[in-house]
């Protein structure tokens, strides 16, 4: 028998010694912290877990690495079963490949993978097919070496297409660094701009705009400038309301120059002419609570998609010299069954992205004949369609991104004038995969108040529904983020185990447009929580699966989902897979200095606030853990997570190991090179999916 030794730490100086059958996991101390407010006080024994330090403090340091042994320690002798996982992934995986090209400019633009290297090399070429003078822009292999994480932020050329202004973040905090490459002699810029969160190029190439994000808060409010022949970089706009963040871009026919001030449920847009970059800024319409628009400039007019009297947004134009409010006319007027997500204009057409009884739909307008407008037809029940990225404004087609839960990854190309469609590229699968051995379909739940809540599903065929079948339950619901039932390579490793995989689209996204997303936010966050165990409910009485076959994952606000739902009814799930989850809630949003928090209030609530505590003290997680039964956990972390600190991760785990009252395992894992997204590389990403589905089988008994 192996034995492993780790050493615990917060001053207890002792060791643990533990065995595959023997495990125990480490200790953390206890100091009490009170929180006195609004007449509670509130206990936190794991408040000295928290350190917002570059250099970590070597305790904590020492403590998360213990639980990293203590976990790995748990999964040794599964640790084939994750080698086989990660194999079956990569085996579908076309290693050396190039994505599908896309045309700005003179020079059409691709990514491009080989087999053994981590991440895509950026490349240029004259001709579609990658043939003619194809040319290596950024190779982000060599740029990579030396760092545990290495990620591209921006990649944006200028007009003529000889300079390329890019973003690179190498820690996984997503502070990223801005620099411009000069494509015609391949000289790197030697200035280089933090902390840059979007760009933009003037007309005529001598400017870049771009938006700055403060490096306490992480909140983007400063917009500059940049002139590259000086070097000087100019404060444009400056946000001071803690409720926004500020982004800059310009419309496709390149003639207007846009800064979005936007909050969780306010925006406001300034416009600029692009060919007068030193110009005035100008306001379409004063921010006011409850507006969101966003807007964009086609054939010397403004069209600005509201949700003004129009719960799911409708579509208006405004002329050029004068875009307030009263001269708005509908374009596409408001439609109550149908939200439109966005509207995109092209020479002579536009189209719409629009999302009915939680289905994606692409709509193309003929604004040169006004023919009747088209839906693009999509062959499934149960799909997801995005729009592929389309930069040129003079063109006679469109990409689009098309999948199922059981139909691969597929680019489209969709022809304006014959409305022909054409598949450009689908997802290889070089192991080999049979669609026709696999099912996918959509039913809805009954929440506890009555409303029907979709759940999109897949299996293999040969599932048994009596109730014995193992499930891998996920879902999100927050920020009007809806989950699409996509396709996924790694996801067929579980269904060929016998699992069925199910999304439940509670409510808090957008699935069922915008009254979805407030039924399920502020102080309606409840239905949230109430949703997904009613769904859990559902699946197990109508003999889906069964208590102990059910595992539950979600992560970042889909982590305070689960932790939210393992305190509520802990009895319906035998795992639960919470990754860099949003648990220490009140804590949080009570610190002002922490990224996401003072733009968060309008989403969550402002717990300074009396009666947003007390309804905000009803979920928070770690402030619900109890003493009761809980099912096993694996919680997982990242050591430079902006979005999530780790320590919510950490206090959570330990305050319910203090807790509960059963046997269950509760594992820690951090990632101790990585952010929110998890590792940069895609092989050592695929190694992290592996780990997780090979947990998720071994709950339910599959060892192979």
């Known amino acids: 028998?192996?034995?492993?030794?780790?050493?615990?730490?917060?001053?207890?100086?002792?060791?643990?010694?533990?065995?595959?059958?023997?495990?125990?996991?480490?200790?953390?101390?206890?100091?009490?912290?009170?929180?006195?407010?609004?007449?509670?006080?509130?206990?936190?024994?794991?408040?000295?877990?928290?350190?917002?330090?570059?250099?970590?403090?070597?305790?904590?340091?020492?403590?998360?690495?213990?639980?990293?042994?203590?976990?790995?320690?748990?999964?040794?002798?599964?640790?084939?079963?994750?080698?086989?996982?990660?194999?079956?992934?990569?085996?579908?995986?076309?290693?050396?490949?190039?994505?599908?090209?896309?045309?700005?400019?003179?020079?059409?633009?691709?990514?491009?993978?080989?087999?053994?290297?981590?991440?895509?090399?950026?490349?240029?070429?004259?001709?579609?097919?990658?043939?003619?003078?194809p040319e290596v822009l950024l190779d982000q292999n060599e740029m990579a070496k030396g760092y545990k994480y290495f990620a591209i932020?921006?990649?944006?050329?200028?007009?003529?297409?000889?300079?390329?202004?890019?973003?690179?973040?190498?820690?996984?905090?997503?502070?990223?660094?801005?620099?411009?490459?000069?494509?015609?002699?391949?000289?790197?810029?030697?200035?280089?701009?933090?902390?840059?969160?979007?760009?933009?190029?003037?007309?005529?190439?001598?400017?870049?705009?771009?938006?700055?994000?403060?490096?306490?808060?992480?909140?983007?409010?400063?917009?500059?400038?940049?002139?590259?022949?000086?070097?000087?970089?100019?404060?444009?706009?400056?946000?001071?309301?803690?409720?926004?963040?500020v982004a800059v871009g310009r419309s496709r026919d390149k003639k207007m120059l846009f800064i979005a001030s936007y909050a969780k449920t306010m925006r406001e847009y300034r416009y600029l002419p692009a060919d007068n970059p030193l110009g005035e800024w100008k306001i379409i319409t004063p921010r006011r609570e409850g507006h969101e628009y966003s807007a964009d400039f086609y054939n010397g007019e403004f069209y600005i998609l509201t949700n003004k009297q129009a719960e799911n947004f409708k579509v208006v134009r405004?002329?050029?010299?004068?875009?307030?409010?009263?001269?708005?006319?509908?374009?596409?007027?408001?439609?109550?069954?149908?939200?439109?997500?966005?509207?995109?204009?092209?020479?002579?057409?536009?189209?719409?992205?629009?999302?009915?009884?939680?289905?994606?739909?692409?709509?193309?307008?003929?604004?040169?004949?006004?023919?009747?407008?088209?839906?693009?037809?999509?062959?499934?029940?149960?799909?997801t369609m995005q729009p592929a990225y389309n930069p040129e404004f003079d063109t006679e087609v469109i990409r689009y991104n098309y999948s199922s839960m059981i139909t691969p990854l597929s680019t489209y190309e969709y022809n304006f004038r014959t409305g022909r469609t054409k598949l450009l590229k689908q997802q290889e699968i070089p192991s080999g995969y049979d669609k026709s051995q696999y099912e996918t379909k959509r039913v809805w739940a009954t929440a506890r108040d009555g409303t029907k809540v979709p759940i999109s599903m897949?299996?293999?065929?040969?599932?048994?529904?009596?109730?014995?079948?193992?499930?891998?339950?996920?879902?999100?619901?927050?920020?009007?983020?809806?989950?699409?039932?996509n396709f996924s390579v790694a996801r067929l490793s579980l269904l060929d185990r016998g699992m069925i995989y199910a999304?439940?689209?509670?409510?808090?996204?957008?699935?069922?447009?915008?009254?979805?997303?407030?039924?399920?936010?502020?102080?309606?966050?409840?239905?949230?929580?109430?949703?997904?165990?009613?769904?859990?409910?559902?699946?197990?009485?109508?003999?889906?699966?069964?208590s102990d076959r059910l595992v539950i994952q979600g992560g970042s606000a889909g982590g305070m989902l689960m932790g939210g739902v393992v305190n509520m009814a802990p009895e319906l799930f035998k795992a639960a897979i919470i990754q860099v989850p949003f648990v220490d809630v009140i804590n949080t949003m009570l610190d002002e200095t922490l990224p996401l928090?003072?733009?968060?209030?309008?989403?969550?609530?402002?717990?300074?606030?009396?009666?947003?505590?007390?309804?905000?003290?009803?979920?928070?997680?770690?402030?619900?853990?109890?003493?009761?039964?809980?099912?096993n956990m694996l919680v997982e972390i990242a050591l430079y997570d902006s979005q999530v600190p780790y320590w919510e991760g950490a206090k959570f785990v330990a305050k319910v190991r203090e807790m509960k009252t059963n046997d269950s395992i509760v594992l820690l894992k951090t990632n101790m090179g990585a952010g929110h997204g998890g590792s940069s590389g895609r092989y050592d990403r695929l190694k992290e999916i592996a780990f997780d589905y090979a947990y998720a089988?071994?709950?339910?008994?599959?060892?192979k």
């Open 597 to 631: 928090t003072t733009e968060e209030w309008i989403e969550w609530g402002n717990p300074h606030e009396k009666e947003a505590f007390e309804y905000m003290i009803k979920y928070s997680p770690y402030d619900n853990i109890k003493q009761q039964n809980y099912p």
């Open 318 to 383: 405004a002329p050029a010299n004068d875009p307030r409010e009263e001269n708005w006319t509908d374009f596409i007027p408001h439609n109550p069954a149908i939200k439109i997500e966005r509207v995109e204009f092209f020479r002579d057409y536009a189209v719409v992205y629009e999302r009915e009884n939680g289905l994606e739909y692409l709509k193309v307008l003929d604004l040169k004949t006004k023919r009747a407008p088209r839906r693009i037809p999509t062959p499934e029940e149960v799909y």
């Open 458 to 485: 897949v299996w293999k065929k040969g599932v048994k529904f009596d109730g014995s079948a193992p499930m891998l339950l996920y879902a999100y619901g927050s920020y009007g983020i809806s989950m699409t039932p």
């Open 153 to 245: 932020g921006e990649f944006e050329v200028s007009d003529d297409g000889n300079l390329l202004a890019f973003s690179t973040d190498t820690t996984g905090y997503r502070q990223y660094t801005l620099q411009i490459k000069n494509l015609k002699t391949g000289e790197i810029l030697p200035n280089k701009i933090e902390r840059v969160t979007s760009v933009v190029w003037s007309n005529d190439g001598k400017y870049l705009f771009y938006s700055q994000e403060d490096p306490v808060s992480k909140r983007s409010d400063k917009v500059f400038r940049h002139e590259l022949a000086t070097n000087k970089n100019e404060l444009i706009y400056e946000e001071k309301d803690v409720l926004f963040n």
């Open 503 to 546: 999304i439940a689209h509670i409510r808090g996204g957008s699935e069922l447009g915008e009254r979805w997303r407030q039924e399920g936010r502020m102080f309606k966050k409840l239905n949230t929580f109430y949703d997904f165990i009613d769904c859990a409910k559902w699946l197990i009485e109508n003999k889906y699966t069964s």
């Open 1 to 133: 028998m192996r034995i492993f030794r780790i050493l615990t730490v917060v001053g207890l100086a002792m060791s643990l010694t533990f065995a595959q059958n023997n495990l125990k996991p480490p200790v953390a101390k206890k100091e009490p912290k009170v929180l006195k407010i609004h007449g509670y006080e509130l206990i936190d024994n794991y408040a000295w877990l928290r350190d917002r330090n570059e250099k970590k403090n070597p305790e904590i340091i020492e403590y998360l690495e213990a639980e990293n042994a203590y976990t790995e320690a748990y999964m040794k002798p599964y640790e084939g079963l994750v080698e086989t996982i990660y194999k079956e992934i990569l085996g579908r995986i076309k290693q050396t490949d190039i994505s599908v090209p896309y045309k700005l400019g003179k020079y059409w633009y691709f990514t491009k993978t080989e087999e053994g290297k981590q991440y895509p090399i950026y490349m240029r070429s004259l001709d579609q097919k990658g043939k003619k003078n």
């Open 697 to 703: 089988l071994v709950q339910v008994g599959i060892f």
